[in-house]
């Protein structure tokens, strides 16, 4: 009987170091990528909740510009308010109204009420709304309308 001398293999950790080392990879490169769509996420988040104040502040001066400043007939008045300096912001504001007889102030006095209709869009483009940029990722856009008279 004759003996053999066996010879160990070799080889074999420096593939097990690679296969784990580009598992780990991997799992960093899935980390960072998870981590820049939250904080994308979280800034888009930051910008909805600035135009939804944007929003609210712009209703605010149409009804003083409505109630009390120029808008007085506000017969499809429109303007826009530049707010990037603060928030990067532009809110549209648009009045319609429209004037209804309401009883009398004395009798025989007719008691005329003017009803308006404010409508207010913020968004994150020089032109609210923008349908162009509103597909498009990054875009921000709020709205809300109001109704009010003076009577």
Known sequence: MSWRRVTPVRGLGAIAAVIVLVLLSALA?????LGTAQQQGQALEVQSARAAQAVHAGLQWAQYQALKGG??????????????????????????SSTYGEGESAPGAP??????TLDAVACNSSTCP???????????ERRRQVQLSDG
């Open 29 to 33: 490169a899935a980390i960072v990528r």
């Open 111 to 116: 008691r005329t009420v003017r009803v308006y």
């Open 71 to 96: 808008w007085m007939a506000c017969a499809g008045a429109t303007t826009t308010l530049d707010l990037r300096a603060d928030t990067g912001l532009y809110v549209t504001l648009t009045c319609q």
């Open 130 to 140: 923008d349908n162009a940029r509103a597909v498009t990722p990054g875009y921000v």
